[in-house]
Each structure stands twice: as C-alpha cells, then as structure tokens.
C-alpha cells in the first residue's frame, strides 16, 4: 500500500473535525461531571435504578466503565442481565445488606473533609467531584502481551486454516521481502496493540 500526501482542502476539513471533536469531548467531560453525581442522588434519594441505567445506555465504552465503577462503589443495586434482553445487562434489584454502607460511602463523596474543608481522596472526600474520584481512584493497568504465545498460534492459524506448509512459514519469518505472507501470519490472530488496557479496580 502506498500512501499519498494529503492536499491542502483534505488538511483544512480534517483540522475542522478536529475541532468539532474537541467541542464535544469537552461538553462531555463538562456533562458528565455534574450528572454523574446527580444520578447518585438520586438513586439514593429515589432507591430507583432507572435514570442510572439511562445514562449507562447513553455512554461511550470508555465512559460507561468507568462509570460502572464508581456506581458499584458508590450504590447498592446490582448490575444484572436484562430480563427482556439477554444481551444486555443493567441496575436492578437492590442489595439491602449493602444498602447502608453504600449510602455512608456516597455521603463522604459529596462532603470535604471536615477537618480542613477540603477534599481529601485518601479520606473518601471528593466535595461531590466527580472527575476527581476518576483521577484518584479508577486507575489503568497494562498487561504485557506474549508474543511468542501469539505468533505460535499464528502459525497454528495459518497452517490449519490459511493453507500454509511448514516451509512457506519458515521462508516468511526469516525473508526481508514484504511478499512473503509474514503479514498474513501475524494477521491470523490479529497483533495490532502492544498493550492490553483495562479499568482496574477501584484502588
């Protein structure tokens, strides 16, 4: 594949998505941060899962995880397969054993600390600060990929299912040409990422 130099007009509508995408995530950091803990109040405040399982509905991927933590943490309804739908999954029934313990939790998210009327994450107290708990308690970890799990595999792959011999595996791994299918073998099980990310548990 070759690739062009883009043109002048190419360059000047890509800049200009760019900038409505800017738009955007910034209206959606700014939105989220003060629905997030309305929605917590009001779950507590109503013991109704509804407006919760909205707003996870209406999420990106990466918003809806972390959102999911912080609901876990914060509130007491389990996160359920749908009944009218088995592929998805929602807040339903409230675990009252937890209930309590949850509130407790959700009241120090909304308060500063008392000593010194400040937040204090170490302590549990965010004054309501939705993107401050995502910054102190939803961390990111990094698992490193095997790759000679992953290229074995490969070859597994592309001798039972793409056809290769033995020998034509081999040539494509020591060639320096681009002809050989090395691509097709990597291909097979798909190693595009150096890493795999994931939500960790709330720290």
């Given at each position: 594949?070759?690739?062009?130099?883009?043109?002048?007009?190419?360059?000047?509508?890509?800049?200009?998505?760019?900038e409505?995408?800017?738009?955007?995530?910034?209206?959606?950091?700014?939105?989220?941060?003060?629905?997030?803990?309305?929605?917590?109040?009001?779950?507590?405040?109503?013991?109704?899962?509804?407006?919760?399982?909205?707003?996870?509905?209406?999420?990106?991927?990466?918003?809806?995880?972390?959102?999911?933590?912080?609901?876990?943490?914060?509130q007491?309804?389990?996160?359920?397969?749908?009944?009218?739908?088995?592929?998805?999954?929602?807040?339903?029934?409230?675990?009252?054993?937890?209930k309590?313990?949850?509130?407790?939790?959700?009241?120090?998210?909304?308060?500063?600390?008392?000593n010194?009327?400040?937040?204090?994450?170490?302590?549990?107290?965010?004054?309501?600060?939705?993107?401050?708990?995502?910054?102190?308690?939803?961390?990111?970890?990094t698992?490193d990929?095997?790759?000679?799990?992953?290229?074995?595999?490969?070859?597994?792959?592309?001798?039972?299912?793409?056809?290769?011999?033995?020998?034509?595996?081999?040539?494509?791994?020591?060639?320096?040409?681009?002809?050989?299918?090395?691509?097709?073998?990597?291909?097979?099980?798909?190693?595009?990422?150096?890493?795999?990310?994931?939500?960790?548990?709330?720290?």
């Open positions: 594949m070759k690739f062009d130099k883009l043109n002048d007009s190419l360059l000047t509508a890509m800049s200009a998505d760019i409505v995408i800017r738009e955007h995530e910034a209206k959606t950091v700014d939105l989220l941060g003060a629905i997030m803990p309305s929605v917590l109040q009001h779950v507590h405040g109503n013991s109704n899962p509804n407006m919760m399982n909205n707003l996870i509905g209406a999420l990106s991927p990466a918003n809806r995880k972390t959102a999911l933590v912080f609901f876990d943490f914060y007491a309804h389990k996160y359920v397969v749908d009944p009218e739908d088995a592929r998805k999954r929602l807040y339903g029934k409230r675990d009252k054993g937890l309590k313990a949850k509130e407790l939790e959700a009241v120090k998210f909304f308060s500063l600390d008392p010194t009327g400040e937040p204090n994450p170490d302590e549990g107290y965010f004054g309501g600060d939705y993107w401050l708990w995502v910054e102190e308690k939803v961390k990111v970890k698992t990929v095997d790759y000679m799990a992953l290229l074995k595999q490969a070859m597994k792959n592309a001798k039972d299912k793409g056809g290769y011999t033995a020998d034509e595996l081999f040539q494509s791994l020591i060639a320096d040409e681009d002809d050989l299918n090395l691509e097709s073998i990597v291909d097979a099980v798909k190693l595009d990422k150096d890493l795999e990310v994931e939500l960790a548990e709330v720290a």
